[in-house]
């Protein structure tokens, strides 16, 4: 019968098959204890010699790590064995020899296996990386489909620049005109939220940023809900549900994997409602407090988030920036116009910003106003201003990256292991 090693637990005492590959293998005399993964999770397999015979024993003292195999033999539990079952070998097929794997288990630099990511992937680590990003993801649809938000994704080729025109991905195609990678859809969300109410948009963005940190990445995933008649503070707590459900479901599925990655879980079950709130402003204070060379009137450096994000047991909610440091679309506030309606969240333990978003400008005459003040060419926005010709209402939403949350749930040092295949300014390959 064929079995996955995932739910082995259904198979106790029975006569499996498993299709998977060869982790590892050690040998003490009549005995091979071969680790084998099949995608699903790692089990030991016990071959006998005097089982099998002295030909497949001895044939099995030559597999290479990799090597993809069909193994068949009695489901055994073992209270000592990882998963708690292991198998006990009656026979074992080969399909694909593997020899001289360059990922051993010994360690190697970051460089090395980023050389090797298709190969990198089928470690167990990175296994349990890709497992909670699948969760995260899972629980983001589940969360926006269980609240009346209906998925209505956004073009990848714009004509136009959203988050500033310093980062665009120019694009040669298109007759007469140059196309650029999406940085964000939230344009198109908007007008999507028009026509849907509660709208949501989950796809890569594009950002040719040259910065080399371990939060940034050229090619993200980005989830965007946007809602018409809401406020600032109806955008908040969206947020706040939000992160909240997505980390309550990791710790509930995949504990396992937060235990490969050894994540102190204490950290995340401390995260739940409400975030603290506090104004740019209140921010800046904190950072004079704390001794930081901080601007006043600029935007958070890295070190900033690090040091504010470090402060607060859970993630908290940054608004009222200056309006001069975000983007043309924020809306002022009409008691202090230079300040911004808007949010970002920052995660704990240092890990910044992984939420931004807010109220968008609703009347017609100041986004003429703003757009003209970025420099940004008004023929390619007219379809944007229309919504403001056309019943406009107050707004909001936000983008929130995937990659930017997966890496603080599984408390990573760096963006790049988050995302299967990383883009950045010297990754590209392979
Ligand atoms: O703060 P950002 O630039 O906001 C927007 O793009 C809005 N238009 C979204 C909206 O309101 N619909 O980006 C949103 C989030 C960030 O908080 C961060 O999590 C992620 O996208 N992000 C990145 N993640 C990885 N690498 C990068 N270079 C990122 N830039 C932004
Ligand atoms: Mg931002």
């Given at each position: 019968?064929?079995?996955?090693?995932?739910?082995?637990?259904?198979?106790?005492?029975?006569?499996?098959?498993?299709?998977?590959w060869?982790?590892?293998?050690?040998?003490?005399?009549?005995?091979?204890?071969?680790?084998?993964?099949?995608?699903?999770?790692?089990?030991?397999?016990?071959?006998?010699?005097?089982?099998?015979?002295?030909?497949?024993?001895?044939?099995?003292a030559?597999?290479?790590?990799?090597?993809?195999?069909?193994?068949?033999?009695?489901?055994?539990?073992d209270?000592?064995?990882?998963?708690?079952?292991?198998?006990?070998?009656?026979s074992?097929?080969?399909?694909?020899d593997?020899?001289?794997?360059?990922?051993?288990?010994?360690?190697?630099?970051?460089?090395?296996?980023?050389?090797?990511?298709?190969?990198?992937?089928?470690?167990?680590?990175q296994?349990?990386?890709?497992?909670?990003?699948?969760?995260?993801?899972?629980?983001?649809?589940?969360?926006?489909?269980?609240?009346?938000?209906?998925?209505?994704?956004?073009?990848?080729?714009?004509?136009?620049?959203?988050?500033?025109?310093?980062?665009?991905?120019?694009?040669?195609?298109?007759?007469d005109?140059?196309?650029?990678l999406?940085?964000?859809?939230?344009?198109?969300?908007?007008?999507?939220?028009?026509?849907?109410?509660?709208?949501?948009?989950?796809?890569?963005?594009?950002?040719?940023?040259?910065?080399?940190?371990?939060?940034?990445?050229t090619?993200?995933?980005?989830?965007?809900?946007?809602?018409?008649?809401?406020?600032?503070?109806?955008?908040?707590?969206?947020?706040?549900?939000?992160?909240?459900?997505?980390?309550?479901?990791?710790?509930?599925?995949?504990?396992?994997?937060?235990?490969?990655?050894?994540?102190?879980?204490?950290?995340l079950?401390?995260?739940?409602?409400?975030f603290?709130?506090?104004?740019?402003?209140?921010?800046?204070?904190?950072?004079?407090?704390?001794?930081?060379?901080?601007?006043?009137?600029?935007?958070?450096?890295?070190?900033?988030?690090?040091?504010?994000?470090?402060?607060?047991d859970?993630?908290?909610?940054?608004?009222?920036?200056?309006?001069t440091?975000?983007?043309?679309?924020?809306?002022?506030?009409?008691?202090?116009?230079d300040?911004?309606?808007?949010?970002?969240?920052?995660?704990?333990?240092?890990y910044g910003?992984?939420?931004g978003?807010?109220?968008?400008?609703?009347?017609?005459?100041?986004l003429?106003?703003?757009i003209?003040?970025?420099?940004?060419?008004?023929?390619?926005?007219?379809?944007?201003?229309?919504?403001?010709?056309?019943?406009?209402?107050?707004?909001?939403?936000?983008?929130?990256?995937i990659?930017?949350?997966?890496?603080?749930i599984?408390?990573?040092?760096?963006?790049?292991e988050?995302?299967?295949?990383?883009?950045?300014?010297?990754?590209?390959?392979?």
């Amino acid at each position: 019968m064929r079995a996955t090693i995932a739910d082995i637990a259904t198979f106790d005492g029975q006569q499996v098959t498993l299709h998977g590959w060869l982790h590892n293998r050690r040998s003490s005399g009549k005995l091979h204890f071969l680790i084998i993964r099949d995608g699903s999770g790692f089990i030991q397999a016990v071959m006998s010699k005097a089982t099998v015979g002295d030909d497949a024993f001895t044939r099995a003292a030559h597999l290479g790590q990799e090597t993809s195999l069909s193994v068949t033999g009695a489901v055994r539990a073992d209270e000592r064995a990882r998963g708690g079952y292991e198998i006990d070998v009656a026979s074992l097929e080969v399909h694909g020899d593997s020899q001289d794997y360059p990922i051993t288990p010994k360690e190697h630099g970051v460089d090395f296996l980023m050389d090797r990511r298709h190969l990198w992937l089928r470690t167990e680590r990175q296994t349990a990386i890709m497992r909670v990003r699948h969760e995260v993801i899972d629980a983001v649809r589940d969360f926006f489909n269980g609240r009346g938000f209906i998925l209505c994704d956004t073009p990848i080729f714009t004509p136009a620049a959203c988050e500033g025109t310093s980062t665009l991905f120019p694009v040669q195609y298109f007759e007469d005109t140059t196309a650029f990678l999406t940085q964000s859809g939230q344009l198109y969300g908007e007008a999507n939220a028009m026509a849907l109410g509660k709208v949501y948009g989950f796809g890569p963005t594009f950002r040719a940023e040259k910065s080399k940190t371990r939060r940034h990445l050229t090619e993200f995933w980005m989830v965007e809900p946007e809602m018409a008649y809401a406020d600032l503070g109806d955008v908040i707590s969206l947020a706040e549900g939000l992160i909240t459900s997505i980390v309550a479901r990791v710790l509930d599925k995949r504990r396992t994997e937060l235990q490969i990655l050894e994540r102190d879980t204490t950290k995340l079950e401390a995260v739940t409602a409400p975030f603290p709130r506090i104004t740019y402003d209140d921010a800046a204070t904190i950072l004079r407090e704390k001794g930081l060379p901080f601007a006043y009137g600029t935007d958070f450096g890295g070190t900033d988030e690090t040091v504010l994000s470090e402060h607060f047991d859970r993630p908290v909610a940054i608004t009222h920036y200056p309006t001069t440091i975000k983007a043309f679309y924020m809306k002022p506030d009409p008691q202090q116009p230079d300040k911004a309606l808007c949010v970002d969240v920052l995660a704990p333990e240092g890990y910044g910003e992984i939420i931004g978003g807010g109220q968008r400008v609703d009347d017609l005459d100041l986004l003429l106003r703003r757009i003209r003040e970025h420099g940004l060419p008004q023929e390619a926005f007219e379809w944007y201003l229309d919504l403001r010709r056309y019943g406009t209402v107050p707004h909001g939403g936000f983008g929130m990256g995937i990659e930017r949350c997966v890496s603080w749930i599984c408390k990573l040092e760096h963006v790049r292991e988050t995302i299967p295949y990383p883009r950045m300014l010297y990754r590209l390959y392979p």
